[in-house]
Each structure stands twice: as C-alpha cells, then as structure tokens.
C-alpha cells in the first residue's frame, strides 16, 4: 500500500529556533501533499495545500512566513517552522494524495510531535 | 470552523458490541471519507463514499450518507479491542475545486473494552 513517512516522528527545541518537518511518499509519485496541525484530543486543521513545483496554498489564519513550505519532488515535501515559540508546539501531519489513482485518497504520515520550550 | 461534527464525542462499549458513530456536515459535498487514529499517530483511510451513494460496506465496516440530511454514520461490528482509537470523518466539499481539500469532523473517540 501507499506509505507515507515523515521525519523527525519527535522535536524538542529552544523558543527561536527553525525547526524542518520532511514528508515523503515512498512508494508513489504524489502531486498533491497536504500540511495539517493538530492539538491534544482534537481533529485536524489544513495549514496548506502543497503542489510540486509551486507556491504552496496557505488556509487563513496561517502564517506563510512562519510556516515554510517546499514541494520540490513528487515525493518530498517540507515544512519548516520559522521561530519557533512554545504555542507552536503541536502535532504536524502531512499527507500525499498519488498522481495515479482515485485522486480524493490521501495517505498520512505518522506525525511529528514539536515541543518548543 | 468545522465542516463536520460527530457525535458522540466518545463512545465506549464492550467487546462484540456494535458501535455507531454519527457525523454531520453543513455545506454539499463531493464524497465523505472515513478515517482512524490510533493515539499519537498518523490516519488510516478506512472508506470513501461518493454522494450519490447510500451506503458502503468494508469488512465489518458500515457507512451510510444521506445527502439530504447532511448525515453520515459508520458502524462497527462485532467490535474488537483493537477497534480502540479516533475515529474522523472528513468531507471534499463541491467548492474545494481542484484542490479537494479535506475538511475534518470533530472525531469520536471510541474505547472497547475487553
């Protein structure tokens, strides 16, 4: 099946500091992937939609210069949290929808728990 | 805010009982899908249903939609304590265009107890 992985699975870092999330489809091409947050005990939230070769789309609210996000392959998406401060902690999940296939599937990572102290 | 909210927010039940969770959204939809969380860890796609279908069957799985309701249920049968986990449904709304995003529902969190 589609595997999607994400690295690192877990980051501690000091406030101020730019911390880098990879997302990578291992096994498929995918045109689409998706950048979502999520707080303890609640559902998700889209930050961005990311296509390769273009300018990710930030939903509102989202800082795009805060959250970076780099589609540069079909396979590999980042997000880099600029400056990062303690209500940045969270957990960040990305997914890859395929290039092929039934194009509303997407596949997740495991997540990357960010604690900022 | 929300596209979907589900009910109930957590639902815990014995093993072998059937579990029901509810989701409804507010604006027309494209399909609806179904997903699973263990604790801590990414989703697992667990079943698509377009809007026009009715209803969807995987394994022990059970979906229903009803459009005209905005309504979406899933059903588990037979549960097992592995079924332990979140549960999310999460819509691709017709005005997602292209893009077809996915709109997150508020999740149920179901226990089963052995």
């Known amino acids: 099946g589609a595997v999607v992985s994400q690295h690192p699975s877990r980051v501690i870092c000091k406030s101020g500091t730019s911390v880098k999330i990879e997302c990578r489809s291992l096994d498929f091409q995918a045109t689409t992937m998706f950048w979502y947050r999520q707080f303890p005990k609640q559902s998700l939230m889209l930050m961005a939609t990311?296509?390769?070769?273009?300018?990710?789309?930030?939903e509102q609210g989202v800082e795009k210069d805060k959250f970076l996000i780099n589609h540069a392959s079909l396979t590999l998406s980042t997000l880099t949290v600029t400056s990062a401060h303690p209500e940045d902690s969270s957990f960040y999940i990305c997914?890859?929808?395929?290039?092929?296939?039934?194009?509303?599937?997407?596949?997740f990572g495991p997540g990357t728990r960010l604690t900022v102290l | 805010s929300q596209q979907g909210e589900e009910d109930p927010q957590a639902l815990s039940i014995q093993e072998g009982e059937n579990a029901t969770m509810n989701c409804s959204y507010k604006t027309s939809i494209n399909n609806l899908q179904w997903y699973r969380q263990n604790s801590g860890r990414g989703l697992v796609h667990l079943i698509l249903i377009r809007s026009n279908e009715r209803e969807k069957h995987s394994g022990r799985l059970r979906v229903t939609l009803d459009t005209s309701k905005k309504s979406s249920s899933l059903l588990i049968t037979a549960s097992r304590a592995a079924d332990t986990a979140s549960y999310f449904c999460a819509t691709v709304l017709i005005s997602s265009g292209s893009a077809r995003q996915l709109t997150f529902g508020s999740g149920t969190q179901l226990t089963v107890l052995p």
């Open positions: 990311s296509n390769e070769g273009s300018k990710a789309t930030y």
């Open positions: 997914s890859a929808r395929p290039y092929a296939g039934p194009s509303d599937t997407q596949y």
